[in-house]
C-alpha cells in the first residue's frame, strides 16, 4: 500500500516547500522505494499556461503536454524520472470536473458542496497519482490558513482517517526569522503556524525549520515541545548554496531516523554519485562563462530548468557554468559586443511576442559571425533561421507571422494543421485560442547522420524531446537555406527540429526545449554538448 507524505507551508511562501518535498522523494528513491510526487495548486487556474513569465515564473511541460507549475520541473530533476498530467492540479480543474459532472448529472440530482463532493474529487486525484508506488509526496501550494487552501486541508485530514495511521504522514515547513536587532531566533510564528494546521484538523509530524542561522538544540526541544512533535522530527533547513545539498544536509540532520520510525521501515540511501555531483557544482576544476540572451530577466524562475540544465551540465563536466544575463532590448540600444563581450558561448532562449527581437537577432549573428558556440532553443532556433535568411540569403523582408501577420517571406509561420501526440489532426489558426494552439509535450526527432546534434545525442535512433510552441519553420525555404550553407539536423513528421551550419564550429538551434529533460543524474545531452564545445579553450 503506498505510504502518503503531505508537505504543507506556513507563516510566508517561498521557504522550499518544493525543494523540501524533492529532496525528501529523492533520498526515498535512493534508498530503493519506488516514488512520485504531486503538486497542488490552490489557484483558480485551470494551469499555468496562460499566465505571463512574469507573473508566476516557468511554465513546466510534462512529456505527455500538461502545463504545470515549475515545482514539477524540480521534482523530475530530483528524482530522474518522467512524470505526467496526473502529477499536478490544480483549484480550477477541480471545480470544472466537479461542474461537468453536475452539468452532466452525475451527482443525481444532489446539491453540490465542498464538502463531499469537491473533497472527495481531491481525494480522487490524489489517489490517482499514488498508482503502485511505495511513496506519493504531495506539496500543496500556499501557507496554511489561505482560505484557497482549505478544501486541500480537508482532503488530507480526511486521508489520514481512511488510511492506516503508518501510512500517512504530515510534514509542515515553516520560518524560524533571526531578528538582528534582538540577536534572536524566533519561533512564535512556527507555533501560531502549527496551532493553525492543528485549528483545521491536522497534525504535523515533522518540522522542517528554514533559518539563516543555525538552530540550537535547545531551540529545536522547544519547538518539539511546543508543538507536539518528537524531538527528532524537528529538521533545520539553513540556506544552501546549492538546491542539490538539501538531500545532504536533511540526512546530516537526522531525518533519516525520524522517517524510519514513523513508517516503521528502514531507509537507507545510497547518496555517492549525488555526493560527487554536489561537489562538482561546489568546487569544480575548471568554468565558463555563457552569455544567456532573454527578455524576461526580472523575473530569472522564468528561465528555471534552463538554468538548473547549464548547472547539470556544468556537474558531469566538473565546470562551474557562469551565467552572463544578457537583456535582449538592451542589446537593441548599444549592439550585441558590449552586452555579450567575451562570453564562451552564446544561448538565446525560447519566449513569446516581438518585443526584445531585434536583440536576439543581433546576438545571433554575432555568434555566427564571430565562429562563438551558439544554441538557439525554440524561438532561438526560429530567430536563427531568420537571421540567416536576411544576411546570407539575401531576403531582406524574412520574418515569423509571429511578429509580422502579413509578411512577404514567411521564414517561420503558422501551420493549419499537424498531427499531435495522439495521432489526431489539430487545426490552429491566428484566432485559436492561445492555449489550445500549441504543440506541447514530447514528440519524436531522428537526428542527421553526423550532425552536431547526433554526435551530442551519441546513438543513430530517434529521441524524444518536449515542445512549447506555437509556429514552425517553413519547409519551404528548406532547400535554398541547405545550399546556403545551413543544415537541417532533425525533423519529426516532415517538421524542423533542429538547423546547423556548416562553416562554423559548433551552431545548434532546436526547436524543442531540451531542458525540460535535464536531470541532475542524466544531463540533456545537447546542453552538455553545448557547455562542453564553449569551454574548449
Known sequence: MTKFIFVTGGVLSSLGKGITSASIATILKQSGFKVSMLKIDPYLNVDPGTMSPLEHGEVFVTADGAETDLDLGNYERFIDQTLTAKNSFTTGQVYQSVIKREREGGYLGKTIQIIPHVVDEIKDRIYAAADDNDFLIIELGGTVGDIEGLPFM??????????PKTNTMNIHVTLVPYIRAAGELKTKPTQHSVQELRRIGITPHMLVCRTEKPLPKNLKDKLALSCDIDKNAVIEAGDAQSIYQVPLHFIKEGILNALSEHFYIKIKPNMEKWDTLVKNILVPQDEVTIAFVGKYLDL?????????????????????VNIHWCDSERIEDVGAYDIIGNADGILVAGGFGHRGVDGKLQAIKYARENNIPYLGICLGMQLAIVEFARNVLGIEKANSIEFEE??????????????????????????????????LGEYPFEPLKGSKLQIAYGKEEVYYERHRHRYEANPAYKDRLEEAGMIISGQSNGLIEAIELKEHPWFVGVQFHPEFTSHLETPNPIILEFVKQSNKK
Open 154 to 163: 480537508e482532503a488530507i485530514r480526511a486521508i489520514r482517517h481512511e488510511l
Open 300 to 320: 530569472k524562475e522564468s528561465y528555471k530548468s534552463l538554468i538548473e540544465a547549464l548547472v547539470h551540465a556544468g556537474a558531469h563536466l566538473n565546470t562551474k
Open 406 to 439: 502579413n509578411c512577404e517571406e514567411p521564414i517561420i509561420y503558422l501551420i493549419d494543421e499537424f498531427i499531435d501526440q495522439s495521432g489526431n489532426k489539430q487545426l490552429r489558426t491566428h484566432e485559436s485560442p492561445m492555449g489550445g494552439t500549441m504543440r
